[in-house]
Nanobody, 121 residues
Framework: QVQLVESGGGLVQAGGSLRISCAAS????????MGWFRQAPGKEREFVAAITYSGRTNYADSVKARFTISRDNARNTVYLQVNSLKPEDTAVYYCAGGTISSFATKTYAYWGQGTQVTVSS
């Protein structure tokens, strides 16, 4: 079955950086759009970034120029480099796999369990 496993979250001070990863198995990774979403306590899950199989990227306005999504099709892994972190970036970050590069959660068929990113002020 399809598995998406995130790693690399943690506690970081404001202004700091992290690289979070998502390892995929059970799907033809290079054929899928991979996305990152996040969910803060009491809020809805929101789009962060997506990358197509060919490397075209989309970002939420709130993270553009601070976050970078990338993928390694040989390793079946998608990454999210998060820089200049702010306390409002605190959330559980989820990776997702789908067939359309979209902002909408419903267009992604596969989801990981999430990794916590906490930014202290």
């Amino acid at each position: 079955q399809v598995q998406l496993v995130e790693s690399g979250g943690g506690l970081v001070q404001a202004g700091g950086s992290l690289r979070i990863s998502c390892a995929a198995s059970g799907l033809t990774f290079s054929s899928y759009v991979m996305g990152w979403f996040r969910q803060a306590p009491g809020k809805e899950r929101e789009f962060v970034a997506a990358i197509t199989y060919s490397g075209r990227t989309n970002y939420a306005d709130s993270v553009k120029a601070r976050f970078t999504i990338s993928r390694d099709n040989a390793r079946n892994t998608v990454y999210l480099q998060v820089n200049s972190l702010k306390p409002e970036d605190t959330a559980v970050y989820y990776c997702a796999g789908g067939t359309i590069s979209s902002f909408a959660t419903k267009t992604y068929a596969y989801w990981g369990q999430g990794t916590q990113v906490t930014v202290s002020s």
